[in-house]
């Protein structure tokens, strides 16, 4: 059973670099056919992709956050990483780490960690 | 690629039949996946590729379109039904999903 589980600083201050860790465990990331995304939820509103890695190291980007994010894998560890720079107040979200896989060529996100709290405190 | 649902807020009763609208602003065949999501929880996957349920989830689930317009109807309101619903194109990166529907009793 493949289980995801975030894990990072619960409060960055602002201007500053947010980093978050999805460790996986019952699959190893490097194999397969899979995405490992990152994806965000403010308090009280609406879910946002902001980029994913492919089992391969390939990565893709939301183009609104494009500038300011990396995404990166240790396969050592079988974890997947995410950086945001320069953050601001509306980075306040909770943070959700998922796997995406594709099925009958369909793609979904069929495996979510948790999510983390992250707030940006000025 | 926008996504609007409809309703953003729906009330019924156990037992009730719903549906739920996810409308595309541009056409993304069947590449449209449902998720629901409970307070202080991650979404869960309920259907992919629009009309496909994920294994283990009640079959009072289903889902139906193509193209522009999709819907995702519970045909018989449980205690456990009570949650947001979340619409997801997967037809082009970055993927986008609709505003969300509130399902209250």
């Known amino acids: 059973q493949v289980q995801l589980q975030e894990s990072g600083p619960g409060l960055v201050k602002s201007s500053q670099t947010l980093s978050l860790t999805c460790t996986v465990s019952?699959?190893?990331?490097?194999?397969?056919?899979?995405?490992w995304s990152w994806i965000r939820q403010p308090a009280g509103k609406g879910l946002e992709c902001i980029g994913r890695?492919?089992?391969?190291?390939?990565?893709n980007y939301n183009p609104s956050l494009k500038s300011r994010v990396t995404i990166s894998m240790d396969t050592s560890k079988n974890q997947f990483s995410l950086k945001l720079f320069s953050v601001t107040a509306a980075d306040t979200a909770v943070y959700y780490c998922?796997?995406?896989?594709?099925?009958?060529?369909?793609?979904?996100?069929?495996?979510w960690g948790q999510g983390t709290l992250v707030t940006v405190s000025s | 690629i926008q996504l609007t649902q409809s309703p953003s807020f729906l009330s019924a009763s156990v037992g009730d039949r719903v549906t739920i609208t996810c409308r595309a602003s541009q056409g993304i065949y069947s590449y449209l996946a449902w998720y629901q999501q409970k307070p202080g929880q991650a979404p869960n996957l309920l259907i992919y590729g629009a009309s496909t349920l994920q294994t283990g989830v009640p079959s009072r689930f289903s889902g139906s379109g193509s193209g522009t317009e999709f819907t995702l109807t519970i045909s018989s309101l449980q205690p456990e039904d009570f949650a947001t619903y979340y619409c997801q194109q997967l037809s082009s990166y970055p993927y986008s999903f609709g505003q969300g529907t509130k399902l209250e009793i």
């Open positions: 890695l492919y089992t391969s190291g390939s990565t």
């Open positions: 019952g699959r190893s990331i490097s194999s397969g056919s899979y995405y």
């Open positions: 998922a796997r995406e896989v594709v099925r009958d060529g369909y793609s979904s996100l069929d495996h």
